[in-house]
């Protein structure tokens, strides 16, 4: 399993999969969820809604990830997942880091599933939700990489999608580690 750096905008990335960094809701919001969105269309948001009808009445909970087509992108999948809110304090952050991971975890399985060789991720939690880049950035490169085991096999290349500098320096920092 390759891990890749190709910084820029996610939307424009051609894996087969990209994932989404979702709210609960799985009715769009803000950052890249905003973008991928408006640049993949309404057939996204159309499968996310029939997801909520049948299989999540009460939304996508953090840690897990859901599949839906990818409308107008360059990617065929959508893997939505949510990532957890960053808390400071030693107890919350015991509790939220391993939920952090799970997003990776999930998301590579559901993709693996499908048969994707090639996925590209943005850096989950680091916006809005506030996490620690370095951190956010550290918890995605370890976590991919313990995935090799389960789902190398299948997914050839995972590409990591930075969105500005800081991202960047983190996801060189940690696969230099
Ligand atoms: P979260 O709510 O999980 O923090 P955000 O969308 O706010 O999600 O941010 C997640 C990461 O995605 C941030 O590092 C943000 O800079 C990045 N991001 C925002 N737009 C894009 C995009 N078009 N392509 C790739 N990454 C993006």
Same mark, same amino acid.
């Given at each position: 399993?390759?891990?890749?750096?190709?910084?820029?905008?996610?939307?424009?990335?051609?894996?087969?999969?990209?994932?989404?960094?979702?709210?609960?809701?799985?009715?769009?919001?803000?950052?890249?969820?905003?973008?991928?969105?408006?640049?993949?269309?309404? @057939?996204?948001?159309?499968?996310?809604?029939?997801?909520? !009808? %049948?299989?999540?009445?009460?939304?996508?909970? &953090? /840690?897990?990830?859901?599949?839906?087509?990818?409308?107008?992108?360059?990617?065929?999948?959508?893997?939505?997942?949510?990532?957890?809110?960053?808390?400071?304090?030693?107890?919350?952050?015991?509790?939220?880091?391993?939920?952090?991971?799970?997003?990776?975890?999930? @998301?590579?399985?559901?993709?693996?599933?499908?048969?994707? !060789? %090639?996925?590209?991720?943005?850096?989950?939690? &680091? /916006?809005?939700?506030?996490?620690?880049?370095?951190?956010?950035?550290?918890?995605?490169?370890?976590?991919?990489?313990?995935?090799?085991?389960?789902?190398?096999?299948?997914?050839?290349?995972?590409?990591?999608?930075?969105?500005?500098?800081?991202?960047?320096?983190?996801?060189?920092?940690?696969?230099?580690?």
């Amino acid at each position: 399993m390759d891990i890749e750096i190709r910084p820029g905008d996610i939307t424009a990335v051609e894996t087969q999969a990209i994932v989404n960094a979702a709210n609960s809701s799985l009715m769009g919001g803000g950052g890249v969820d905003g973008a991928i969105h408006r640049a993949g269309g309404p @057939s996204i948001l159309d499968e996310c809604k029939k997801i909520r !009808e %049948t299989d999540l009445p009460d939304g996508l909970p &953090a /840690g897990q990830a859901v599949v839906t087509t990818a409308g107008e992108l360059p990617a065929q999948w959508v893997v939505h997942t949510v990532g957890p809110t960053y808390a400071k304090t030693p107890e919350k952050y015991q509790e939220k880091a391993p939920v952090l991971a799970s997003c990776y975890r999930a @998301s590579l399985q559901a993709a693996a599933e499908l048969g994707v !060789e %090639t996925i590209a991720f943005p850096t989950i939690s &680091a /916006g809005v939700y506030g996490w620690p880049m370095d951190d956010a950035t550290r918890i995605a490169v370890e976590t991919i990489r313990s995935m090799e085991e389960q789902v190398g096999d299948t997914i050839r290349t995972v590409v990591l999608v930075p969105f500005g500098q800081e991202a960047e320096d983190g996801y060189r920092a940690a696969l230099a580690g």
